[in-house]
């Protein structure tokens, strides 16, 4: 009999490149105001990776913060999981590159593309191999470089997005900790709502894509913010009836960072504490799959999430995606 174990967060890293791009910046670039920004979006300033810095560059520095916190070595990685929209290159997948160069030699390795749902997707994968005992232990990074497919000319999206990774360590833990539960959710109809039209099959690289600036963000900001505020108000309430536990139970909400408004919505209808909703997008804005590990990163390392702290990450965003973890510490 395979009897299944718990699956848990060991271990947490993130990365964010050095270079601040500000509001005021912003102003200079597009017709826009440091106050409309963050009155509309809660977003100061966002950080972005150099020229000659791709996706498995931010998710590799990521993966060794996480894995030199878990005293484990890279080769006793099993799996690694990479969720990204802005990976190197259609393929290899950006996960082989990370597993080559950090020397994970022992390790499967794949991409998945979820979007700003895409760090819950990935873990939520992780803790099905390691429940099975397939395998051990699994590092799953959130990672993007949104700067490269943004359209720095369009300021309605140029001034929401950020690059950075989040990493995490997940395995075995001891019963009755780490992952409680999860669900992942996707409806496909509302795809046109926030996608990159082309460099695909449909419409591959051409003059004509590139003249009409198809290979760029497009979004359709109104129709998300709906979705997100339902979302989350929605799959918290179902994932903590699930758990039998109530709202009140949760000491910490990760939700994705896309929008203050989204987050402050949602947190009210849910009746929540600001305390207990992580926030980061002033600082970072939106980092779609490297949302959610850089925040939590940042809440276990500041010393929010403690020993048997009950926290929630919730993901939504292109697809449409959304889902959530639910973790005891
Ligand atoms: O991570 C994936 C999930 N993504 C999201 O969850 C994003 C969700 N959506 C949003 O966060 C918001 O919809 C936005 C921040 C993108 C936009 O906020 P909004 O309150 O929905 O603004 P809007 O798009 O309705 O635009 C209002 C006005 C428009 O002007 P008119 O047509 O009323 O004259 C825009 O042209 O604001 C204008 N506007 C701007 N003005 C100054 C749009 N962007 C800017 C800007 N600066 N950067």
């Not at 004509?208 to 900001?221: Q, V």
Request: glycine fraction near 8%; charge should be neutral; include cysteine.
């Amino acid at each position: 009999m395979n009897q299944q174990v718990s699956a848990g967060i060991i271990s947490t890293g993130s990365f964010l490149p050095e270079k601040v791009l500000s509001n005021e910046d912003l102003e200079k670039m597009v017709e826009t105001s440091s106050e409309w920004i963050c009155s509309r979006t809660g977003i100061r300033e966002r950080r972005i990776a150099e020229k000659d810095i791709s996706a498995s560059d931010l998710a590799v520095r990521a993966a060794e913060r996480a894995l030199e916190r878990s005293g484990l070595s890279a080769d006793q990685l099993d799996l690694i999981i990479v969720a990204t929209i802005t990976p190197d290159m259609f393929f290899p997948s950006t996960a082989c590159i990370v597993q080559d160069r950090i020397g994970a030699r022992k390790a499967a390795a794949f991409d998945i593309s979820a979007a700003c749902t895409g760090f819950v997707y990935g873990l939520t994968i992780a803790e099905q191999f390691i429940k099975l005992k397939t395998y051990r232990y699994v590092l799953v990074v959130g990672v993007e470089v949104l700067s490269k497919i943004v359209d720095w000319s369009d300021r309605n999206t140029c001034i929401l997005f950020g690059d950075g990774a989040g990493a995490a360590i997940v395995g075995p833990v001891q019963p009755g900790k780490g992952i409680q539960y999860s669900h992942l959710r996707a409806d496909g109809s509302g795809g046109d709502l926030l996608k990159v039209p082309a460099g695909g099959s449909k419409i591959p690289c051409s003059r004509d894509s590139l003249e009409n600036g198809l290979h760029f963000l497009k979004m359709s900001g109104k129709d998300i913010f709906k979705f997100a505020v339902k979302v989350m108000e929605d799959s918290t309430r179902d994932a903590m009836e699930a758990c039998a536990l109530k709202v009140t139970d949760i000491d910490l909400l990760i939700p994705h960072q896309a929008n203050l408004r989204i987050i402050h919505s949602g947190a009210k209808r849910l009746n929540l504490p600001p305390e207990k909703v992580w926030i980061n997008i002033d600082r970072f804005g939106n980092i779609s799959a490297a949302s959610i590990p850089v925040a939590l990163d940042e809440a276990v390392t500041s010393g929010k999430v403690r020993e048997d702290s009950l926290v929630v990450l919730l993901g939504f965003g292109a697809g449409l995606t959304w889902g959530v973890n639910v973790l005891r510490w």
